[in-house]
């Protein structure tokens, strides 16, 4: 069964400073990978998807994700954080089920940027 | 192109009582997915309609039902509330084409039950 494991729920950092959002799966099949971002009181929006083209995906906001196969990882990056990135962050595996794809989440991530 | 609309955006409900959800896909999305999302267990899928049938469905009672009309509009229903069914409901609709997943949200209809 594929599963999402998302390494601290909360991740505190500076503005300016790298932002590392820690996420591993676990798939037997190879897996189709997401990062959302959700705002208070908004629904989910796609940052970046990996569909097994190139390994490093570039995402909206300045957010990048390396694919990395031997340690089952999927890690979000940014350079450097703005305030405006504070928000909860979920990691996503997606799985072929009675024809369509259905994502399995992390249990999120908040990210805290401070001044 | 408009996003995904759920209505309404708040509800209060006291046990017992049911509840219906709607969501409106963005135009040409024919796949409608719906989450229950809560601080303790997370997003947990709950059921996917595509051309009006289920075509898959999570680990939920059947107190929690769905439907998807021919125009792709959705549903969902719980009956009997309990109070662990308050939660953020999420809607979710999918390209056609993209085949592996992709979800476009909308904002959610927070269930508050009393």
């Known amino acids: 069964a594929q599963s999402v494991t998302q390494l601290g729920s909360h991740v505190s950092v500076s503005e300016g400073a790298l932002v590392l959002l820690r996420c591993n799966y676990s798939?037997?099949?190879?897996?189709?990978l997401f990062w959302y971002v959700q705002y208070p009181n908004q629904g989910l929006q796609l940052l970046l998807k990996y569909t097994s083209a190139a390994t490093l995906v570039k995402g909206i906001n300045g957010f990048e994700a390396e694919f990395k196969k031997s340690e089952t990882s999927f890690h979000l990056t940014k350079p450097s954080a703005h305030m405006s990135d504070a928000a909860e962050y979920f990691c996503a595996v997606s799985f072929s089920s009675g024809g369509s794809y259905i994502p399995t989440f992390g249990r999120g991530t908040s990210l805290i940027v401070h001044p | 192109k408009a996003g995904v609309t759920q209505t309404p955006r708040y509800l209060i409900k006291t046990r017992g009582q049911q509840v219906t959800l709607s969501c409106s896909p963005i135009?040409?999305?024919?796949?409608v997915s719906w989450y229950q999302q809560t601080p303790g267990q997370g997003l947990q899928f709950l059921f996917e309609?595509?051309?009006?049938?289920?075509?898959n469905k999570g680990n939920f009672p059947g107190r929690f039902s769905g439907r998807q009309f021919s125009n792709s509009r959705s549903e969902m229903n719980v009956s009997t509330l309990e109070l662990g069914d308050s939660a953020l409901y999420l809607c979710?609709?999918?390209?056609?084409?993209?085949?592996?997943?992709?979800?476009?949200f909308g904002e959610g209809s927070r269930l508050t039950v009393l």
């Open positions: 309609y595509f051309s009006e049938t289920q075509r």
């Open positions: 135009s040409g999305h024919r796949s």
């Open positions: 979710a609709s999918s390209p056609p084409g993209t085949g592996v997943g992709e979800l476009f």
């Open positions: 798939s037997s099949v190879p897996p189709y």
